[in-house]
C-alpha cells in the first residue's frame, strides 16, 4: 500500500523520454521516484518471500545480472538480482531495478544462456519504464495501483501481512510490452556473449510447463503472468536473427549444471510444508489441517487459505509472539490491534496444548466484519500461534465453521514426523538401457511427474532418454 501512497504525493511531470525508444510519454513517476518504489517493494518481496539462502547461486545470478544490465538502455540504475525462495515457476522485476527469479525456475532452464534470457527479458521490462508507466497510466486514471494480491488488500494492513510489493509483482504487463521485454533481453544477452538462441529455447519449455502449472492464491506461475510463449516465439527468432553478434555463442551448460545439483525443488521444510489440505512446518514442529477445498498460500509470514470464488474470507496462520503469560490478555491485545473486540470465548486445550479461542466482531476499511480467532501456545512456550477465520459480516457463515474446525486441528508434531519431512532437490543420475520417463520418475520415488522431469530436462514425456546420458532427477 506504500507504493501508492509514494505515487500519489508525485504528480508532478507527466512527460518523460522513455529511455528505450526515445519516446516522449506519459509519465507521472521521475526515476528517482521509481528507483524509491523499487526499494519499497523490494522489502515487501524479502519479508513475504524470503531470499533462497544458498550464496553460490545468489552471486551467479549476480554476476550474469550485472553483465546484462550493464548492456542494459539503463547501466546506471541500482541494480539488484536476487533468487526468491520459491517453488513457484517465476521471474518477475520492480521498478528501479530489482529484478527477481524464483528457484522454482532454475531447474527448468538449460544453460547459462537461458538464465542470461530469462534475465535479460525482466531487465528489459525495467529499461522500457513497463511498471512505471503503467503505475502512471493508472494513476491518471484515478484506480490507483490495481493490487492483484495474495489476499484481499484491506486485510493486509487490519493483519500486518506484507501487501504492495506483491501487487507491484504481479501487474500485469500488455502484449506489446511482453514482446518488448523478450526482445530487449535477447539483445542484451547477445550482446553480453550468450547465445540469443537461449530466449526461444527458454520459452519453449515455458510452452511446454503452461500445460502442467497449476494456478493457486500464492505466486503465480510464469504462465499466468505473461502472454503464452508460443505467440512470442516467432518474434523472438527475428530478434535473434537480427542480433549480429559472432561472439554470441556462450550457452556455458557445464557451469550452469555445476550450480543446479543440489538446488531445493517444491516446498522447503525450512518454510513449511502444504501436503494435500494440510500445512506441516518441521522446524517450528507444528501441522494445521484446512478445509477441504480451499487454496493454501505459504508466505514468510503468514500461511492464508480461501475457499475458491470468496475473496473475501480467509483463513491466517501467523506467529504472535512467545512472552505472553496470559493467552487470554494475548488473544485481545492481538485482536484488538486488528480492530476487533470480543464476543464470547474461553480458555480450552488443543491435542494437549494451552489455547483460547473466541469470537470477535470489528471494522475492518468500513465493513462490518466477524472473527473466529484461536491462540495455541506450544508446549515448549517458544511460540504463540494465531489461526484467524475472517470475513465480512455478511460472509462470516462461510468461515465460521472451518475456522473452527482448522483451530481445533492445530497439533504438535513428533520428532520421527518432523525428520520424515526433508526437502527434496535436484541431482544428476545416469540414464540405463530400456529407462523411459516414467521409469526414471518411478525409480526415485515418483517425487515429480514424469512429464515434468521430461520438461526439466530439455524433452518431451514420449521421447526416450539415451542410455548413458546424465539427466535431472528429483530426490
Ligand atoms: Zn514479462
Keep these: 500500500m506504500r507504493a501508492i501512497v509514494v505515487v500519489a504525493l508525485f504528480l508532478i511531470s507527466a512527460c518523460a523520454t522513455n529511455p528505450v525508444t526515445g519516446k516522449r510519454e506519459l509519465m507521472l513517476v521521475s526515476e528517482a521516484q521509481e528507483i524509491q518504489m523499487g526499494r519499497e517493494a523490494d522489502a515487501d518481496v524479502q519479508k513475504s518471500m524470503g531470499v533462497y539462502a544458498n550464496a553460490r547461486w ?122 518488448e521485454a523478450d526482445t530487449l533481453g535477447t539483445g542484451y544477452a547477445a550482446r553480453a556473449g550468450w547465445d540469443p538462441a537461449g530466449m526461444p529455447g527458454l520459452l519453449d519449455t515455458l510452452a511446454r510447463l503452461e500445460g502442467a502449472s497449476g494456478s493457486s492464491r500464492g505466486v503465480p506461475h510464469w504462465a499466468l503472468t505473461h502472454p503464452p510463449a508460443p505467440e512470442r516465439v516467432q518474434k523472438v527468432q527475428e530478434a535473434v536473427a537480427a542480433s549480429q553478434s559472432p561472439t554470441a555463442i556462450a550457452r556455458n551448460r557445464p557451469e550452469f549444471e555445476s550450480h543446479i545439483a543440489g538446488v531445493v525443488f517444491g516446498d522447503a521444510r525450512e518454510k513449511g510444508v502444504v501436503r ?64 476487533f473486540s470480543p464476543v464470547s470465548g474461553g480458555a480450552e486445550r ?72 526433508q526437502n527434496r532437490q535436484i541431482v544428476f543420475q545416469s540414464v540405463r538401457s530400456g529407462d523411459t520417463w516414467a521409469s526414471i520418475a518411478a525409480a526415485v520415488g515418483n517425487t515429480t511427474k514424469p512429464s515434468t522431469l521430461a520438461i526439466m530436462n530439455g524433452e518431451t514425456l514420449d521421447s526416450t532418454p539415451r542410455p548413458g546420458s546424465r539427466v535431472r532427477v528429483v530426490r
Excluded at 513497463?130 to 492483484?148: F, R
Design 276 to 339: 494435500g489440505r494440510e500445512f506441516i512446518h518441521p522446524v517450528l514442529r507444528f501441522a494445521l489441517t484446512f478445509p477441504d477445498g480451499w487454496d493454501i498460500a505459504n508466505s514468510n509470514d503468514a500461511v492464508t487459505a480461501q475457499p475458491a470464488g470468496a475473496d473475501g474470507a480467509a483463513i491466517i496462520l501467523q506467529p504472535v509472539g512467545a512472552a505472553a503469560s496470559n493467552l487470554q490478555v494475548t488473544a485481545e491485545t492481538s485482536m484488538s490491534k486488528s480492530g
Design 350 to 421: 488443543i491435542h494437549g496444548l494451552e489455547a483460547f479461542v473466541g469470537l470477535y466482531e470489528g471494522v475492518i476499511q468500513n465493513t462490518r466484519a466477524g472473527a473466529q480467532a484461536g491462540f495455541v501456545r506450544m508446549s515448549d512456550r517458544s511460540m504463540i500461534y494465531r489461526v484467524l477465520g475472517v470475513a465480512s459480516s455478511a460472509q462470516f457463515d462461510l468461515v465460521r465453521a472451518p475456522a473452527t474446525a482448522a483451530i481445533g486441528s492445530f497439533r504438535e508434531l513428533s520428532t520421527a514426523e518432523a525428520d520424515a519431512i
Design 58 to 179: 545468489q552471486q551467479y545470478v549476480t554476476d550474469v545480472g550485472m553483465r546484462l544490465a550493464r548492456q542494459s538502455h539503463r547501466p546506471n540504475l541500482p541494480w539488484k538480482f536476487t533468487v526468491v525462495d520459491e517453488p513457484a515457476v517465476n521471474a518477475f522485476a520492480l521498478p528501479g531495478g530489482f529484478i527477481y527469479i524464483t528457484r522454482g525456475i532454475l531447474p527448468f532452464l538449460r544453460d547459462e544462456a537461458e538464465l542470461a534470457s530469462v534475465l535479460g527479458h525482466e531487465v528489459g521490462h525495467v529499461d522500457a519504464r513497463h511498471s512505471a508507466s503503467q503505475v502512471s497510466k493508472q494513476q491518471a486514471a484515478g484506480i490507483g495501483l490495481a493490487l492483484g494480491s495474495v489476499l484481499a488488500p484491506k486485510y493486509q494492513d487490519a493483519f500486518n501481512l506484507a501487501g504492495s510489493g506483491l501487487g507491484l509483482m504481479f501487474l500485469k504487463f500488455g502484449r506489446e510490452d511482453e514482446l
